[in-house]
């Protein structure tokens, strides 16, 4: 049992944290109000009238405070329903983040288990560069998250107007390294940047640049978005 993530799952949770928040609320706005049903075995999940192509991407026990990856569930190994999955527990391998390739976690050491599950499928969203997670509750005491998989869920692009909005609500979000949360929602963006000692400098689509300086705390100082003539 721990009471605290690793410095290297917590560092790769931020490099996901402010595309991550803006691409859930995205997925917010696009699913409608309603009860929710699912086939697994073709990957399939309806919501209200909508029904999109969804992945396992875990389960949360809330009796016994444990998150289960959809890849090492029992009954749903090797299936295609939890296909995408099979790829977290690689990169958490690739990587050494031992939250990505143990089967279970324990949570029941922190001081809000239901917080950290939340924060371990924010981070498996993430490494999937899925269009944002659906958490649902599945009967008795099981929470089940799912990963769209479905080309009709809108992903936001940049847009300089809320870039600053969007670079501070992701660095509020785990409050590790402010750092790691702008050059992730650039890389995620495919988009050049530059490091400077106390500044990443970006090129936005058309030209212009966003530069972002950071105080001697690391957290983030300032947003400007310089256009260009």
């Given at each position: ?7 290297a ?22 699913l ?29 026990d809330?009796?016994e ?45 922190f ?109 983030i ?9």
């Open positions: 049992m721990t009471s605290e993530f690793s410095d799952f917590l560092l790769e949770a931020e490099r996901h944290a402010a595309w991550g928040a803006a691409q859930l609320e995205a997925l917010t706005a696009f409608p109000e309603g009860p929710w049903s699912a086939d697994l075995p073709s990957c399939r999940y309806q919501q209200g009238e909508s029904t999109l192509r969804v992945a396992v991407l875990g389960t949360y809330m009796a405070r444990s998150w289960m990856w959809g890849w090492a569930n029992p009954g749903l190994r090797g299936t295609e329903v939890v296909a995408a999955t099979g790829a977290i527990e690689a990169y958490g391998r690739a990587h050494g983040i031992p939250e990505l390739t143990a089967e279970v976690l324990d949570l029941s050491g001081a809000d288990p239901r917080r950290a599950a939340e924060t371990v499928a924010f981070t498996g969203m993430g490494v999937a560069g899925a269009p944002g997670y659906i958490g649902v509750p599945a009967g008795g005491d099981t929470q089940v998250y799912f990963l769209p998989d479905d080309p009709r869920v809108p992903r936001p692009g940049v847009d300089p107007v809320t870039l600053p909005r969007t670079l501070l609500t992701g660095a509020g979000l785990i409050g590790r390294s402010a750092r790691h949360v702008v050059a992730g929602y650039f890389d995620h963006h495919g988009l050049p940047r530059r490091t400077e000692t106390d500044r990443i400098i970006a090129t936005l689509p058309g030209g212009s640049e966003a530069e972002i300086d950071f105080d001697t705390a690391g957290r100082a300032g947003v400007a978005v310089k256009v260009r003539p």
